[in-house]
């Protein structure tokens, strides 16, 4: 079974400035998706960036990129120039790739983020 | 916006009660996706329809089940519920399964 963990239940960064969250996975897999959603406090789940891993090129979305490392299975978010705005929970999340999938979401616990002005 | 519609946003009822948690997908969208937020369990999968059918099963109770009607908007039904049941239930919706699901903005079910 996939397991999905974030290891970091709080983290805090100052406005303008940079911080990583990080998120290992455990599959037997060799193609898979990745996720990062955002939480905020309204309580959307918004889609933030997905990498797949069958890609070497680490995806980019503005500020938002991620740090793939399959054979390691870590998965980490740097969220750069942080915005107040940016305060919110985020979760990893895992699908599996392959001729039936289900496209079932696996989740880690989350880690919320806050951004200090 | 996500285009996924959920309702209602609030429900507050009582143990023993049976309520129904609607979703409508994105235009366009085949499959649609149930998952239950709580403070114990954090985000779990509950259960996925892809047009019309059932195509898998999550951690789902036996007192829970779910339909995707010929619309493909989803209903999910909860019975004889328990303190426990009390979560964030979300609903997504992917046009196939390798898509990035949207997530409506999910029903605050309180029991008492």
């Known amino acids: 079974a996939q397991t999905v963990t974030q290891s970091q239940p709080e983290m805090s960064v100052q406005e303008a400035e940079t911080v990583t969250l990080s998120c290992t996975y455990d599959?037997?897999?060799?193609?898979?998706?990745l996720f990062w959603y955002k939480q905020p406090p309204s309580r959307q789940m918004i889609l933030v960036i997905r990498?797949?891993?069958?890609?070497?090129q680490n995806a980019t979305e503005n500020r938002f990129s991620v740090n793939f490392q399959k054979a390691a299975k870590s998965f980490s978010l740097k969220i750069s120039d942080s915005q107040l705005g940016d305060t919110a929970m985020y979760f990893c999340?895992?699908?599996?790739?392959?001729?039936?999938?289900?496209?079932?979401?696996?989740f880690g616990q989350g880690t919320t983020l806050q951004v200090k002005p | 916006d996500s285009g996924v519609t959920q309702t209602p946003k609030h429900l507050i009822t009582a143990t023993g009660q049976r309520v129904t948690l609607r979703c409508s997908p994105r235009?366009?969208?085949?499959?649609v996706y149930w998952y239950q937020q709580s403070l114990d369990q954090g985000l779990q999968f509950l259960i996925q329809y892809y047009n019309g059918e059932e195509r898998a099963k999550g951690n789902i109770l036996e007192r829970f089940s779910a339909q995707q009607f010929p619309d493909l908007h989803s209903e999910l039904n909860l019975s004889s519920l328990e303190l426990g049941d009390s979560a964030l239930y979300f609903c997504?919706?992917?046009?196939?399964?390798?898509?990035?699901?949207?997530f409506g903005d999910g029903t605050r079910l309180s029991i008492l």
């Open positions: 990498q797949e891993a069958y890609k070497q």
């Open positions: 999340a895992f699908m599996k790739d392959y001729a039936g999938n289900t496209g079932k979401l696996i």
């Open positions: 997504a919706s992917s046009g196939d399964f390798n898509q990035p699901q949207h």
């Open positions: 235009s366009g969208d085949l499959s």
């Open positions: 599959t037997s897999e060799n193609n898979y998706y």
